[in-house]
């Protein structure tokens, strides 16, 4: 997904064709639908016969009305899931799968192979560190789907907020072992909206006496949209500070547009040409390589490659398998194809509750105690670390521990920079683009790990000569 | 060699510790010393078997009274040398090695393997394309040496260029053949002084009747230092641009720092506090991995990771063998090791000639009609691709071909953005560092390719999506 399609998501209303058809019933005898027995994957097609995982996936109803049923994916923990924390993964968009890029291609146990059929373990996978739980949201999104089709017009941060947490009520009903463990949610991009707002629902609903508490301990964003607009503007000023737009481009920009919110016709057209010109590259990740065979093809990687540039493709042929999807209890009567996002036709124009600001949300968050940790993958023109840093600069939260460098362990390289404010973490992530774990996943697991135990980020080894 | 160690290296001055002694007759019965056929490598040790090179190496005398020896590594292409053109190599410092460097690092036909011993071939070597010369210079550098240590006391650019100079006469009468030959010069770092200052010479020099003509085509240089100062300067706003600094130490800096050349106390603590945060990295690749263990150690490489982060000390090892001194016709006596660069002891505060900008050489070459190609990777902060841009714009030659992505050919990658100017062209190389050739040897490759024959670098791919 380059640039384009991101900015064209914001004006774009199409219609997601999706089917209204319910969930095939292919529960083993005995077992109960809406038990989590029913939930169990045995194994998943091509995983390595070695793991031992205990999985499950299925759907929760969040709105009998509408029928509007949300997929998830939950893996345990392979050692001593009892004491581990509960993590909630959450992808962007609007219209991201949190199952077919969170699970399969950032944080969980594993990646698949050039061919689409075989899985491969990921090393670094958060397993090690927590009971992971991946859901499809909003509604619509991958496997997730709604009886009627009018919820659609209806889509926004706020629905996404209520269904989500309603959702995590049913599932903490579904995994009752799971009730008050300490759970974090942690995601990206336009995550960095979902994530303060269920974590404010959470918040408020907790004080529901009628309602079993959630015991929300933190979150964390990477590369979270928490100023659209900006973040957008910034875009150009991080493409000329590494030179790839020229300095005619960005002065065209500076001249045709009226800050970060202008949406008109010249300054937008100015945006483009310069954008253009930058040829075949991502604006997730300016200094990635490019995929240029989106087809499968047998493999010959042997688990070695397991994060290359096409591997989103991979993905989605593994997961429009038949065998796939019935192993996982998807619905398999949809009428679409599982694609990894649906940002040409679920987008930022039917998010009409899609505050413009994330900055009041975080401050409210701040108050309440919870653990924030923000970072920002620095390959990333679409969110850059520059737009992030000055957004949190906003919040004047004051520096509790100043900015240094960080690392994940002695003898590693310098991972990044963090500074501490009084209620927030920032840390960057050095060489990482829009999906830090994609990128850099032993930074991203060395993140993830000092977040889950509320500790400071190893300190980097100091300059040398 | 990270950013401290050449700051310093301006400041510090001390005495190179340089034998005098003779070079060691060692050359075969019938075979005349000062000719070529005494300068033959027979093979480098470790040289793989199967590769069939002409390689030379020894020394040619500068200065007969002084006892200045300069010392070459020279390789024929592969295939049909007799109709390649002859590349002139010079790594910059001053005093770093053309030779372990430029030839084993960069742009050689080998890689030094993991145990100091082994030679890998490299695949983007430059003699495809040319017959390549490396020369170390000025004297003192590397192998390079004299026996009046007195000259040490008198080093500076314009020593320098009058010394290549005469180098090249006198390589030229041992290599007859070459005589005549389509001639260019291509380097990098301080080399943006040795090239511009050796082409003037050359085309001054020409211009004497007693002296056989020099055919300089063009010259290209590689993150050149071209106004130290702003280079400088220049470093800590890419740093902070790309949040490896923080706003408190950029915003000390603005306070503290009255322009580029200040070099007062409390501007270089500013910047040095600044730069020491960063933990350990190099300014002259700020995403490169560190190397963090310099010995070296039985391969296990197998040629597959041949410019890995520690190559630099493979090499420094190979080329203090003894066997391997004598194979290129060293001297042997010299009181020192081989080292890459001489930078503590061989410093800017020596070159007493060193100009403050190379824009009017530049300029007065851009008159001359000879070919001017600078390139710069974007990931080296020492010579910031911004501060080079900067350069270039204030020649005010006109835009001949505006700015726009190139690409090594059809289905590779991005590999960077070009402008041509009237009489310069200017192209940067994406994910490279100061040392193109290390983290990019196929756009390197590429660029080396184009320059030769003077056509634009092919175009890249239009942004998609």
Known sequence: ????????????????????????????????????????????????????????????????????????????????????????????????????????????????????????????????????????????????YAVNEEVYKTMGDNMTAIDSHIFLLRWFDRFPEYKGREFFIVGESYAGHYIPELAITIDVQNKNPKLTPINLKGISIGNGILEFAEEQAELYEYLWHRAFISDAAHDTIAKHCKGPDDLSTVCQAARDTAYGNTGDISAFNVYAPTCHDKKVRPTDSKCMDIAGPCLAHFVEAYLN?????????????????????????????????????????????????????????????????????????????GVEKDWRAWSPGPGKDVAGYVIAYKGLVLATVRGAGHMVTVDQPERGFALLTSFLRGEPLPSAAPQTD
């Open 1 to 144: 997904m380059a640039l384009r399609a991101l900015r064209l998501s914001v004006v774009v209303v199409a219609v997601v064709a999706l089917s209204a058809l319910p969930r095939r019933a292919d529960a083993a005898p005995g077992i109960r639908p809406g038990h989590k027995e029913a939930d169990v994957i045995v194994a998943l097609p091509g995983q390595p016969p070695a793991v031992q995982l205990r999985q499950y996936s299925g759907y929760i109803n969040v709105n009998r009305a509408a029928g509007k049923s949300l997929f998830y994916y939950f893996v345990e923990a392979p050692i001593d899931p009892a004491h581990k924390p509960l993590v909630l993964w959450l992808n962007g968009g609007p219209g991201c799968s949190s199952f077919g890029i969170g699970a399969f291609q950032e944080v969980g146990p594993f990646r698949v192979d050039t061919e689409g059929r075989t899985l491969c373990p990921n090393p670094f996978s958060w397993t090690a560190a927590a009971n992971l739980l991946f859901l499809e949201s909003p509604v619509g999104v991958g496997f997730s």
């Open 321 to 397: 398998q038949h065998q796939v999807q019935t192993a996982i209890h998807a619905n398999t009567a949809l009428k679409y194809p599982w694609v990894g996002c649906r940002t040409r036709t679920y987008n930022l124009k039917r998010f009409g509750d899609s505050p413009t600001s994330m900055l009041p949300h975080l401050k409210a968050l701040v108050t309440t105690g919870i653990r924030i940790w923000l970072f920002s993958g620095d390959f990333d023109a679409m969110v850059p670390v520059t737009a992030t840093k000055r957004s949190v600069e906003k919040l004047q939260l």
